[in-house]
């Protein structure tokens, strides 16, 4: 499948970080400092409570490797230092590792391995903590490899991904869960600008713990497939979109099994080569340990703008429309968020941020609800 240049991705002669280059590897450092004023800390419906938030993030990308095997790495920090609630100061970090492998015209091979330390929304439905609670923090590790095949009209991939998630609370050690998922997928070429595919799948879902809080065994099995249509205008619009079903088996004969319809897909179009749009849509099942119910059911849909205002002038505006649904208790929830950033370039090592971001939920149970605003302005060192 062809790709289409991001108008952040452009050439910007004057404007080009000095990367460090040692013969065919470049490595990349980056550092944003950044204050942030967010209007409700806590996800509240009620009682919001606003505070400030000075955010250092240092990254360093390395790519390196001949045409037919390019390797990437990547090492990244985010420290948040609240001003006025400095228990949800947090640090959260990660590195991956990722490699791209062509044996030949027809063959791929791709992998990556790749650990997070990361810090949990308070507005996530999952988690049961008040706001007088410590944050929750968790690790999250995960790999995957794949391998494509295209001759002629015919293309075959085989993937598999692995994901294990550790929470530091011991009262959380239900939620601690392993992931493991494996995908099969046949395409045929139409036209040269049509592809149809169908992909199998199934994913295993194993919880450290036998049982939840509640005494509910949460391990199951969801298999599935999902049939649908790419598409390749090369260097304008390129994506695809694929609608299936699957089918959730819970071991525990207490949960009820599930059907339900999934979605998958993703678009880009190069409107112009400054100016680009991008759509995503999701549904499927993403399992939970919430008391009574039986799964959760998660749809996103999302689009974003990118338009190069001027030679050194970047601005992006999206919105997201998000929905969770759990199976057998009334809870269901629908998050609105849009945002606008934008950034200029000072000069090949600085740049300026600044975005404003809104969002808003609406749920069954009110003390779901919320509203948020977030206001940043921050500054970008490429080096």
Same mark, same amino acid.
């Given at each position: 499948?062809?790709?289409?240049?991001?108008?952040?991705? @452009?050439?910007?002669? %004057?404007?080009?970080?000095?990367?460090?280059?040692?013969?065919?590897?470049?490595?990349?450092?980056? +550092?944003?400092?950044?204050?942030?004023?967010?209007?409700?800390?806590?996800?509240? &419906?009620?009682?919001?409570?606003?505070?400030?938030?000075?955010?250092?993030?240092?990254?360093?990308?390395?790519?390196?490797?001949?045409?037919? !095997?390019?390797?990437?790495?990547?090492?990244?920090?985010?420290?948040?230092?609240?001003?006025?609630?400095?228990?949800?100061?947090?640090?959260?970090?990660?590195?991956?590792? =990722?490699?791209?492998? !062509?044996?030949?015209?027809?063959?791929?091979?791709?992998?990556? +391995?790749?650990?997070?330390? &990361?810090?949990?929304?308070?507005?996530?439905?999952?988690? *049961?903590?008040?706001?007088?609670?410590?944050?929750?923090?968790?690790?999250?590790?995960?790999?995957?490899?794949?391998? %494509?095949?295209? /001759?002629?009209?015919?293309?075959?991939?085989?993937?598999?991904?692995?994901?294990?998630?550790?929470?530091?609370?011991?009262?959380?050690?239900?939620?601690? @869960?392993?992931?493991?998922?494996?995908?099969?997928?046949?395409?045929? +070429?139409?036209?040269?600008?049509?592809?149809?595919? #169908?992909?199998?799948?199934?994913?295993?879902?194993?919880?450290?713990?036998?049982?939840?809080?509640?005494?509910?065994?949460?391990?199951?099995?969801?298999?599935?497939? @999902?049939?649908?249509?790419?598409?390749?205008?090369?260097?304008?619009?390129?994506?695809?979109?694929?609608?299936?079903?699957?089918?959730?088996?819970?071991?525990? *004969?207490?949960?009820?099994?599930?059907?339900? @319809?999934?979605?998958? =897909?993703? +678009?880009?179009?190069?409107?112009?080569?400054?100016?680009?749009?991008?759509?995503?849509?999701?549904?499927?099942?993403?399992?939970?340990?919430?008391?009574?119910?039986?799964?959760?059911?998660?749809?996103?849909?999302? #689009?974003?703008?990118?338009?190069?205002?001027?030679?050194?002038?970047?601005?992006?505006?999206?919105?997201?429309?998000?929905?969770?649904?759990?199976?057998?208790?009334?809870?269901? !929830?629908?998050?609105?968020? =849009?945002?606008?950033?934008?950034?200029?370039?000072?000069?090949?090592?600085?740049?300026?941020?600044?975005?404003?971001?809104?969002?808003?939920?609406?749920?069954?149970? /009110?003390?779901?609800?919320?509203?948020? !605003?977030?206001?940043?302005?921050?500054?970008?060192? /490429?080096?």
């Amino acid at each position: 499948m062809s790709e289409i240049v991001a108008p952040s991705a @452009l050439p910007r002669p %004057g404007y080009e970080p000095r990367n460090i280059r040692i013969g065919s590897t470049v490595v990349s450092p980056e +550092l944003t400092i950044s204050e942030t004023y967010d209007s409700n800390v806590f996800s509240l &419906e009620d009682d919001e409570e606003g505070d400030f938030i000075t955010t250092v993030s240092p990254r360093v990308t390395v790519e390196t490797g001949p045409e037919k !095997l390019r390797l990437r790495s990547e090492a990244f920090a985010t420290h948040s230092e609240y001003l006025e609630n400095p228990s949800e100061s947090r640090t959260t970090y990660g590195a991956s590792l =990722g490699g791209r492998y !062509l044996l030949d015209s027809a063959h791929t091979l791709e992998a990556t +391995l790749g650990y997070n330390r &990361e810090a949990e929304s308070r507005g996530d439905p999952e988690s *049961d903590l008040d706001a007088g609670d410590p944050i929750s923090m968790y690790h999250r590790f995960g790999g995957t490899a794949s391998y %494509g095949y295209r /001759r002629n009209r015919i293309g075959l991939g085989l993937s598999a991904d692995v994901e294990a998630t550790d929470f530091d609370r011991r009262d959380e050690s239900d939620r601690d @869960l392993m992931e493991t998922r494996f995908a099969a997928r046949t395409s045929f +070429l139409l036209t040269p600008k049509f592809d149809m595919f #169908v992909e199998g799948f199934t994913n295993r879902r194993d919880y450290e713990a036998a049982t939840d809080d509640s005494g509910v065994g949460r391990d199951a099995t969801t298999y599935g497939f @999902l049939a649908g249509t790419s598409v390749d205008l090369t260097g304008k619009l390129v994506g695809e979109i694929g609608i299936g079903l699957f089918q959730t088996d819970y071991d525990d *004969d207490g949960l009820d099994d599930f059907l339900g @319809l999934g979605v998958r =897909g993703g +678009l880009v179009w190069s409107i112009s080569p400054r100016t680009l749009l991008a759509a995503t849509v999701s549904r499927q099942d993403v399992g939970t340990v919430l008391a009574g119910a039986t799964t959760q059911i998660e749809s996103n849909f999302g #689009v974003r703008l990118e338009q190069e205002v001027r030679h050194n002038l970047l601005i992006s505006t999206g919105l997201n429309l998000s929905q969770s649904e759990y199976e057998g208790i009334s809870r269901d !929830l629908t998050t609105v968020s =849009g945002g606008i950033m934008a950034e200029l370039f000072l000069n090949r090592v600085l740049s300026v941020t600044v975005s404003a971001d809104y969002s808003t939920r609406y749920a069954d149970l /009110r003390e779901d609800e919320y509203d948020r !605003l977030l206001f940043t302005i921050g500054l970008r060192a /490429r080096f």
